[in-house]
């Protein structure tokens, strides 16, 4: 478990708030975390309530300050400041990306200085949930943008997790959940996506393609939610896909009605994803522990990435919007609950 009090702040009037959601992957012999940090400005004053983000006038890290007291601004979710106009909504913590490696899986090293920290419009609120897909010897990282213009996914790239090249916006608001796949199918790159609809409250997982991993088309829907399931209020994809002799799988994330966060297993077939043959009947992983169903917020339990090692797919979650951990589940027992088409 990566707690974030062995984490450093990014500047000396921050304190870490919690780390989740982490990008998985193996570099030079490690196991190599990609963290989602969140943190907070320090404040003793119990009157205001701050708020930090990226300012692109002065291409750094502001605070705001609110009244504490003030009727107008709806203060219950700790997550957001949400004026009664909901217009001007603003989270309460703002998210970089931090490196952690581990010789054995288990026991992580993270580094005391961001890997990638917010710097444009589209980071305003923070950079969230990465997920990583090794092409060809590069690192494509894509990741969770917020900001007032909307939650956009972009992408970076790298070889070596020291420097980092943004390519830009590649999936345009309100869309995030994005996993890549690693190999190209009919001479395209495949990616998962979970666009919200504004109208009509749906999110759910869709499938796209593109010839070179910026721009993005072909867009289907793949899975919808079950609304007399376990996954019934809105799904998403979570780790990058892996290939096994039955087809691609896919560990998704799913809330109920109740905001509790599970996890479940996709099948795709092998040589077509846009085709599902293989869901979960139940959940593959429940908010159980008491660090599961309490934090920052919970119950919860989110992937963005996995390692498989021969039967065995090791799990890196976030705990609760609080803390990263680590569980273990078999292939055979995912395939074992699945329902097949």
Request: charged share 25%.
């Amino acid at each position: 478990m990566i707690l974030p009090d062995v984490i450093k702040p990014s500047r000396e009037d921050f304190e870490v708030h919690y780390t989740m959601n982490c990008g998985v992957t193996e570099f030079e012999g490690d196991v190599l975390l990609l963290l989602r940090v969140a943190e907070t400005p320090i404040n003793r004053d119990p009157n205001i309530v701050m708020a930090p983000y990226f300012s692109e006038a002065t291409g750094k890290v502001e605070v705001k300050t609110f009244d504490a007291h003030d009727p107008t601004i709806d203060f219950s979710d700790p997550r957001v400041i949400e004026p009664a106009d909901k217009r001007d909504r603003i989270l309460t913590t703002i998210s970089h990306l931090r490196v952690a490696r581990s010789k054995d899986g288990i026991n992580f090293v993270v580094e005391e200085k961001p890997a990638m920290y917010p710097a444009n419009k589209y980071e305003e609120f923070g950079i969230e949930d990465p997920r990583i897909t090794l092409i060809d010897g590069v690192y494509y990282i894509n990741y969770s943008c917020c900001a007032s213009v909307g939650v956009t996914t972009c992408l970076a790239t790298t070889t070596d997790f020291k420097t980092f090249e943004r390519k830009g916006v590649i999936f345009t608001p309100d869309n995030k959940d994005v996993a890549i796949f690693p190999e190209k199918r009919n001479g395209k790159y495949l990616a998962l996506c979970r666009p919200a609809s504004a109208e009509y409250k749906k999110r759910e997982i869709w499938i796209s393609e593109s010839s070179n991993l910026v721009e993005w088309g072909n867009h289907k829907q793949l899975v919808s939610v079950n609304e007399t399931d376990w996954d019934n209020g809105r799904i998403g994809c979570s780790a990058v896909p892996f290939l096994t002799e039955k087809g691609w799988v896919e560990i998704y994330h799913a809330a109920d009605a109740n905001d509790r966060y599970c996890l479940g297993a996709l099948l795709l077939d092998k040589d077509q994803p846009t085709k599902v043959i293989g869901k979960s009947f139940k959940p593959v992983m429940e908010p159980l522990a008491s660090y599961e169903k309490w934090g920052f917020y919970g119950p919860v339990i989110f992937l963005c990435g996995c390692l498989v090692e021969g039967d065995t797919v090791k799990l890196y979650y976030g705990a609760a919007d609080t803390s990263v951990c680590y569980a273990e589940v078999s292939l055979e027992e995912i395939f074992s609950e699945l329902t097949y088409y």
